[in-house]
């Protein structure tokens, strides 16, 4: 792993204020260490522990983890729970008129959902469901706006012990087709049109086209939200509107009281490989998950008013909105809008309307607010705001200076948060009123990860040299199998070449000289764009799924606000195009991507050339390709090329 080799220095150290510390969860780094040395003296103790007090079960728990099919690790087996009376019933006693959600408009109108109403809403859903016939196990795919109501949806097939997918609203026919079919979905949640920034963008039309071909078989009802005035085309023996669904149902559904380990939700998610997996969470162990780090690292108080900015089409968005959140009894934002509409002001705009306490965003958005408005945030009182949070990328440190500043007001810590689709909850990142916190790093693993730095053959590594990052012991937020294909999850994240006992992230990783982790960016051929994995493998089977397409070759390259752009490598089946031409084959190329996948994974750059720099053996050059793609001038030796003269046409965006 020499060749990973960290170029980052930043020396900034922030401690946490007195005033933060003293009324923080986990007050003080001696507090942070014992509980680090609690969970390394009785690993099994100590998530039991949390499991039993932060959890209302049905039946508890008499078995721990369950190490004995290794890597299909089991926790709390034998316990009974439903997680929507987790987030939702649980507080009713002494909760049911605090606002749960304060629905946050495109238009910026508002509306607040109490916990009452919540559970109203939950139920006659879970009711209307339940008369289509769904039921415990059943696969229910989800694909809305950011409304209120996709986490109503959530919560209702939670109540039913039925499994969500949540596929995210800007993803294209195909991508809903290939999920849905993949989790042989009985009934598809969506709604006529979503509302973003002004615009309006069709979702029932696009769930019709992936149902067209007639291949999603499994799908038996498809119930719609009227969001808009819009008309949409209708089928009738599989439409229902969800109002029309809910209208006769009762007010009060009995929870299904699931096993701790039945299957919570499915989330897709990109790989280096194939189609995007199935990435299966439990109910138990994913609950606890996002309640600790709530506690922990989010440093909730119930006077908290939480703002995550995700979309739940995403894991930020799953346990950060649909489940951590309620699962505390917190009062939070949940936003349909962009983050620049009606202007960049947006953000700090909503956080003075709705005194938000606690913001959690990704650097992505960060940089484009800096860049469309870096003074908006003084026009704000941005007072109530203690802690500020970020997710899905490295933040590099201009970024992270002007949040912490001109956001902040240099008084509320940054919890820098790493973790993934997989690992369920935060697994990395400051505990804020403990650890000191520094531009870029995500900082200590949480109480219980036992997180590490290892070369190929699971070595640690030397502080400051780069390194896989793996987590050694299993923890219960983690995923339990790629649905349908439990040698998918074997294979990518507890391969062999590390003796088949950690959880391999993917990532890469150093340690700087106070042990804190920074991340260095992905080992596989994945790319992060605003935050989101993307499989170069997915896109590049988009680009040839054209007909015109030979060969697609995709990669990465540096983005100042997304982080990282997709740059395509294209053959074409006919001549390499020129001048006008290859302008419009690369534009109808981009759109075909959107519609193949989703906007998202769209090439910002496409580039013809006759053939791919091959090795003699026929394997591509990504190597090359990357250096390509920034500009880089090539100095390695290429005459082991099979064509080295294809280099000079891949040169030039068109
Ligand atoms: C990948 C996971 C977890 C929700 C959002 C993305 C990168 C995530 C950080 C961070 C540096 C980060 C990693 C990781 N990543 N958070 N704080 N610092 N990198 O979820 O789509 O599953 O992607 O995002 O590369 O492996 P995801």
Not at 222 to 250: F, G, K
Not at 334 to 349: K, Q
Not at 360 to 370: G, M, V
Not at 476 to 487: A, I, Y
Request: hydrophobic content about 40%.
């Amino acid at each position: 792993m020499s060749a990973i080799e960290s170029v980052l220095k930043e020396n900034r150290v922030f401690e946490p204020s007195e005033t933060f510390t003293a009324h923080a969860n986990v007050s003080g780094m001696d507090a942070y260490n014992a509980l680090c040395e609690k969970a390394n003296a009785d690993y099994e103790g100590f998530w039991a522990e949390l499991a039993r007090d932060n959890i209302t079960w049905k039946q508890p728990f008499t078995k721990i983890l369950d190490e004995s099919n290794a890597p299909f690790f089991k926790w709390f087996e034998d316990g009974k729970l439903n997680i929507s009376y987790n987030c939702i019933d649980r507080h009713l006693a002494d909760k049911a008129d605090k606002v749960a959600i304060i629905y946050d408009k495109d238009d910026g109108s508002s509306e607040n959902i109490t916990y009452r109403q919540l559970y109203e809403r939950v139920c006659q859903l879970a009711n209307g469901l339940k008369s289509l016939g769904v039921k415990k196990g059943d696969r229910v795919v989800i694909y809305m706006p950011m409304v209120a109501d996709a986490v109503v949806a959530m919560q209702a097939c939670a109540r039913l012990g039925a499994i969500h997918s949540v596929v995210f609203g800007g993803f294209s026919a195909g991508a809903v087709k290939d999920r849905v079919k993949d989790a042989a979905a009985k009934i598809i949640i969506t709604a006529n049109e979503s509302v973003r920034g002004g615009k309006r963008v069709p979702l029932k039309a696009t769930v019709d086209d992936a149902l067209a071909g007639g291949d999603c078989t499994s799908v038996e009802k498809v119930v719609v939200l009227q969001r808009t005035d819009a008309d949409v085309a209708w089928s009738d023996d599989r439409d229902i509107w969800w109002h029309d669904l809910v209208q006769h149902q009762a007010s009060d559904c009995e929870p299904e009281w699931v096993g701790a380990e039945d299957p919570l939700f499915i989330l897709y998610t990109s790989g280096s490989t194939g189609k995007p997996k199935g990435v299966q969470h439990s109910t138990g162990g994913f609950l606890l998950g996002a309640i600790v780090s709530m506690k922990w690292v989010f440093d909730y108080k119930p006077n908290d008013v939480f703002w995550c900015t995700a979309d739940v089409g995403w894991i930020t968005g799953h346990t950060y909105i649909a489940y951590g959140p309620l699962a505390l009894g917190a009062t939070q934002v949940v936003f349909e809008g962009v983050p620049t509409y009606p202007d960049a002001g947006r953000f700090w705009h909503d956080i003075e309307k709705f005194k938000v306490t606690i913001f959690y965003t990704a650097p992505t958005a960060i940089r484009s607010l800096i860049k469309l408005g870096a003074d908006l945030p003084k026009k704000y009182d941005l007072s109530s705001l203690r802690l500020l949070g970020t997710v899905g990328e490295p933040i590099n440190p201009e970024a992270w200076m002007w949040y912490y500043q001109i956001v902040g007001n240099s008084r509320c810590p940054i919890v820098d948060t790493w973790w993934q689709t997989e690992t369920g909850s935060n697994m990395i990142a400051p505990l804020p009123g403990a650890v000191a916190i520094k531009p870029g790093s995500c900082t200590l693993p949480l109480p219980g990860i036992i997180a590490d730095i290892v070369d190929e053959s699971g070595a640690p590594v030397e502080k400051g040299n780069g390194g896989f990052l793996v987590i050694k012991r299993p923890f219960p937020s983690l995923l339990r199998t790629v649905w349908g294909d439990n040698e998918r999850f074997k294979s990518t994240y507890f391969p062999e070449d590390f003796g088949g006992k950690y959880y391999v992230a993917g990532d890469s990783a150093h340690r700087d000289e106070n042990g804190y982790i920074w991340i260095m960016g992905r080992v596989d051929d994945v790319l992060n764009v605003s935050g989101h994995r993307l499989g170069t493998m997915e896109i590049e089977s988009a680009l040839v799924a054209n007909p015109l397409v030979a060969e697609a070759a995709v990669v990465g390259k540096p983005h100042d606000v997304k982080g990282e752009a997709v740059v395509a490598f294209v053959v074409l089946k006919g001549e390499r195009p020129h001048g006008d031409e290859a302008k419009r084959m690369a534009a109808e190329l981009k759109n075909w991507v959107a519609h193949e996948i989703g906007k998202i994974a769209q090439p910002d750059d496409i580039r013809f050339g006759e053939n791919l720099p091959k090795t003699r053996s026929g394997k591509i050059m990504r190597r090359l390709l990357r250096s390509l793609a920034k500009g880089e001038e090539i100095t390695s030796d290429i005459s082991t090329l099979e064509n080295p003269q294809v280099m000079e046409q891949l040169k030039h965006s068109v």
